[in-house]
């Protein structure tokens, strides 16, 4: 099962991760410029995290097709 498609969704989930921890990380330092950088890579994981949802939901829909 080496669907490269699959590389391609691992890639996605990675990329929220590091976005996630990014975030986290700069909440923990606190202050007002680090809760407003925190709270943009909190909006760009959404982002992110939709994007790897929709490739999953496209990797399955092409699956049940049968391509």
């Known amino acids: ?3 490269p ?3 391609v969704i691992g890639a996605a989930c990675l990329l929220v991760l590091v976005i ?4 986290i ?3 923990g330092r606190g202050g007002a410029e680090g809760a407003k950088r925190s709270n ?3 909006q760009a994981r959404i982002l ?3 994007g790897a949802v929709i490739l999953v939901i496209i990797f399955v829909a092409l699956r049940k097709s049968g391509n």
């Open 48 to 50: 992110a995290q939709l």
């Open 40 to 42: 943009k890579l909190m």
């Open 25 to 27: 990380g700069q909440f």
């Open 5 to 7: 498609f699959l590389y």
């Open 20 to 23: 996630l921890a990014l975030g």
């Open 1 to 3: 099962m080496s669907d």
